[in-house]
Each structure stands twice: as C-alpha cells, then as structure tokens.
C-alpha cells in the first residue's frame, strides 16, 4: 500500500506562489493533486504520468500551476503562481496503480491527508 504525505502549504497573498510537495512510500505510479474548498466538493486540480511526460490540468489552473515530479526522490510537486483567493482549499495528492494520468478520483487508489492552502485578498 501506498502512503502520500503533502506539505507545503499555508496562507499567502493574492498573487503569490506556493509550491506543494507530496512523498511517496511505495512504488510509483501515475499521480495526481484534488482540492477541496469548503462547502464543496473535492476537484481535480492537475494529474501527470508516471513518466512525467504527460500531464492534464484543469481549465481553473491552467498557466498558474505546473505538475511534476521526481522519481528518484519519489516527490511529486504542485507549484502554484499568480494565486487567486478562490484556490483555497485543502490540496490533496493522489496515486493511481497504473502509469497512465487520469481526471477523476474514482480512477485513484491511494490518497494523502491534505494540506491547507489559504490565498488571502
């Protein structure tokens, strides 16, 4: 079994960067990061293959966030420009069992406890 480790979060002004981190115990597969806002129900927010070669971002981030990873450090990272009040949430990365990215949870087997991103205007 997998388990996922965020950290790097917290609270930031309109307009900055964060950078999000996820560990990996565990083989390594296809990932991804959802987030929840409250009130709502947790989104996806970015996934990438197990190569990294591919990545899918969702329309709300596209051009602000940037997915990658390292697999030797068995990391993946999120990183977060230009940040708009309507990204807080709590961040969540994802593991799949298989090296192909996908958009949906119900396709992710393993799931990290979350980070608290905070974007203040």
């Known amino acids: 079994q997998v388990q996922l480790v965020e950290s790097g979060g917290g609270l930031v002004q309109a307009g900055g960067s964060l950078r999000l981190s996820c560990v990996v115990s565990?083989?390594?597969?296809?990932m991804g990061w959802f987030r929840q806002a409250p009130g709502k129900e947790r989104e996806f927010v970015a996934t990438i293959s197990w190569s990294g070669g591919s990545t899918v971002y969702a329309d709300s981030v596209k051009g602000r966030f940037i997915i990658s990873r390292d697999n030797v450090k068995k990391t993946l990272y999120l990183q977060m420009n230009r940040l708009k009040p309507e990204d807080t949430a709590v961040y969540y990365c994802?593991?799949?069992?298989?090296?192909?990215?996908?958009?949906?949870?119900?396709?992710?087997?393993?799931w990290g406890r979350g980070t608290q991103v905070t974007v203040s205007s």
């Open positions: 565990g083989d390594t597969f296809a």
């Open positions: 994802a593991a799949r069992n298989t090296v192909v990215e996908a958009t949906t949870q119900r396709e992710y087997r393993d």
